[in-house]
C-alpha cells in the first residue's frame, strides 16, 4: 500500500525524518561521553569519528543526488533506513576505537542516503515545483528531531547502556522508518542521459553564477552552524555567562527553530522562496550584532536574543535549502542539483568544528561574535545578488 495525497506524503517523511534524524545525527552528544568513560577513545578520536561521517556525507551527497536522478526517491530512502540500521548495528556489537569509527563511516553513507536532502529531492521529483509545501510541513516535523532524540537516549543510556541503545536504535529503522518509506508512491526516474553532467547542465540553463552564490551562501551558513553548535557553550562563557546559563540558553534554539519554520509556513507562504531565505539569512548577523552592542550590560538578554534569532534563522533556511534551488531551477535535473550543493555544505559542518576551536579558545568572545556578523553578512551578500525569476 502506498499513498498520494502530498500532505499525506510530507508527513511521513517528516516523521520518517525525525526518527532517522534523533537515532542518527543527535546521538554522539549524549553517546560520546559514555563511550568516552568507558575508555574506548580519547575525545578527539570520539568526536572525530562523527566528524568523519558528516565528511562522507558531504562527498556521497552527489552521487545520491545522481542516483535518486536515476531511480527514483524511494528506493533510495529504503536503502537509507538499512544502512543506518547496519552502522547502528555496528556501533552496538563491534569492539574498541576502530569499531567505533566503522560505524560512523557507514553511517555517513546512510546520512547522505536518507536525510534532508535526500528528502527534499524525492519531493522534487515527485511534486516539482509544488513541492514547497511539503518541503515545509518535513522540516516542522524534523525540527523535532533533537526534542525527542536527545531526552531518549538520555533515558536509554542508564538503562540499557549506549551499546544497547544503539541495539533500539536498529529497531527504530527497521520497524519504523523502513515501514514508513515503504508508503511512499513510486516516483517516476528521469530518462538516462548521455552525459553525467547533462542534468546539472540543463537545470542550470545558463545560471551558474547563481548557483556558485548559492553554493557559497548555504557554505557559509552551515560553517557557521558547525561552529555554534559544538562551542556555544564556550562562547557565552567567553562573555561571562556560566555553563549551566549557557546551555540554558542554548535550549532556546529549538523552539525557535520551528518558529521560524512556523514563520515561513504561514507568514512566507505568499512570498517568494528567495525573498523568505533573504528575510531568514538578515536575522543571523542582526543577532551576533546584537551581542556586540548589549554585551557586557545586558549580557542574558545579549545571548537569548543571538540565540533566538539564530535558531529562527536556521529553521526558515532549512525549509529554502530545499525551496530556493527548485524555484531558482526548476524540477529538472533538482536531485542532482541537490547534491552539488550538499557537497561544500556538509563538508563545511564536519571541519567547522575542528577548524574553530583554537580561534574559539584564543580570541575573545567579542571578537567571534564579530567574525559570525562578518561571514553572515557576507553569507547574505551572496544571496542579496541573487534575483527570483518571474
Same mark, same amino acid.
Given at each position: 500500500m502506498t499513498v498520494s495525497s502530498p500532505r499525506a506524503v510530507a508527513l511521513i517523511l517528516g516523521v520518517a525524518q525525525t526518527l532517522a534524524w534523533g537515532s542518527t545525527y543527535y546521538l554522539p552528544a549524549v553517546l560520546a561521553p559514555a563511550v568516552i568513560r568507558e575508555g574506548l577513545g580519547n575525545p578527539a578520536l570520539v568526536y572525530g569519528a562523527f566528524s568523519v561521517a558528516l565528511l562522507i556525507s558531504g562527498l556521497a551527497a552527489p552521487s545520491v543526488g545522481r542516483l535518486i536522478q536515476r531511480r527514483g526517491g524511494r528506493p533510495v530512502l529504503i536503502l537509507s533506513s538499512a544502512v543506518l540500521a547496519v552502522g547502528l548495528l555496528l556501533l552496538a556489537l563491534l569492539p574498541g576505537a576502530w569499531g567505533w569509527c566503522v560505524a560512523w563511516v557507514v553511517l555517513g553513507a546512510g546520512m547522505a542516503l536518507g536525510l534532508y536532502e535526500a528528502a527534499f529531492a524525492t519531493l522534487g521529483m515527485l511534486y516539482g515545483r509544488e513541492a514547497r509545501r511539503p518541503i515545509t510541513i518535513?522540516?516542522?516535523?524534523? =525540527?523535532?528531531?533533537?526534542? &525527542?532524540? &536527545?531526552?531518549?537516549? @538520555?533515558?536509554?543510556? !542508564?538503562?540499557?547502556? &549506549?551499546? =544497547?541503545?544503539?541495539?533500539?536504535?536498529?529497531?527504530?529503522?527497521?520497524?519504523?522508518?523502513? !515501514?514508513?518509506?515503504?508508503?511512499? !508512491?513510486?516516483?517516476?526516474?528521469?530518462?538516462? #542521459?548521455?552525459?553525467?553532467?547533462?542534468?546539472?547542465? @540543463?537545470? #542550470?540553463?545558463?545560471?551558474?553564477?547563481?548557483?556558485?552564490? #548559492?553554493?557559497?551562501?548555504?557554505?557559509?551558513?552551515?560553517?557557521?552552524?558547525?561552529?555554534?553548535?559544538?562551542?556555544?557553550?564556550?562562547?557565552?562563557?567567553?562573555? =561571562?555567562?556560566?555553563?549551566?546559563?549557557?546551555? @540554558?540558553?542554548?535550549?532556546?534554539? =529549538? !523552539?525557535?527553530?520551528?518558529?521560524?519554520?512556523?514563520?515561513?509556513?504561514? #507568514?512566507?507562504?505568499?512570498?517568494?522562496?528567495?525573498?523568505?531565505?533573504?528575510?531568514?539569512?538578515?536575522?543571523l548577523p542582526l543577532g551576533a550584532v546584537g551581542v556586540l552592542l548589549l554585551a557586557p550590560g545586558e549580557l542574558g538578554l545579549a545571548a537569548a536574543g543571538f540565540m533566538l534569532l539564530y535558531g529562527a534563522s536556521n529553521g526558515i533556511l532549512t525549509i529554502s535549502k530545499g525551496q530556493v534551488p527548485l524555484a531558482l531551477f526548476g524540477p529538472a535535473g533538482y536531485p542532482v542539483l541537490m547534491g552539488r550543493l550538499a557537497l561544500p555544505m556538509l563538508v563545511a559542518q564536519a571541519v567547522a568544528p575542528t577548524l574553530a576551536a583554537p580561534v574559539v579558545a584564543v580570541l575573545p568572545a567579542g571578537t567571534s561574535f564579530g567574525l559570525i556578523a562578518g561571514l553572515s553578512a557576507l553569507a547574505l551578500g551572496c544571496l542579496l545578488l541573487l534575483r527570483a525569476p518571474r
Open positions: 518535513v522540516t516542522l516535523c524534523a =525540527g523535532f528531531a533533537s526534542t &525527542w532524540g &536527545w531526552p531518549t537516549s @538520555a533515558a536509554l543510556v !542508564p538503562l540499557l547502556g &549506549w551499546r =544497547g541503545t544503539c541495539l533500539a536504535y536498529v529497531a527504530v529503522n527497521l520497524c519504523c522508518v523502513l !515501514p514508513l518509506y515503504l508508503l511512499l !508512491p513510486r516516483d517516476h526516474a528521469a530518462p538516462a #542521459l548521455p552525459r553525467p553532467d547533462e542534468p546539472l547542465a @540543463a537545470t #542550470l540553463a545558463g545560471g551558474r553564477r547563481a548557483f556558485l552564490l #548559492l553554493a557559497v551562501f548555504f557554505t557559509l551558513r552551515s560553517l557557521i552552524s558547525g561552529v555554534v553548535a559544538v562551542h556555544f557553550v564556550a562562547l557565552f562563557g567567553g562573555l =561571562g555567562l556560566s555553563v549551566a546559563a549557557a546551555v @540554558a540558553v542554548g535550549a532556546l534554539q =529549538g !523552539p525557535a527553530q520551528v518558529g521560524g519554520r512556523l514563520l515561513e509556513f504561514t #507568514l512566507g507562504a505568499r512570498a517568494h522562496p528567495l525573498d523568505v531565505a533573504k528575510a531568514g539569512a538578515l536575522l
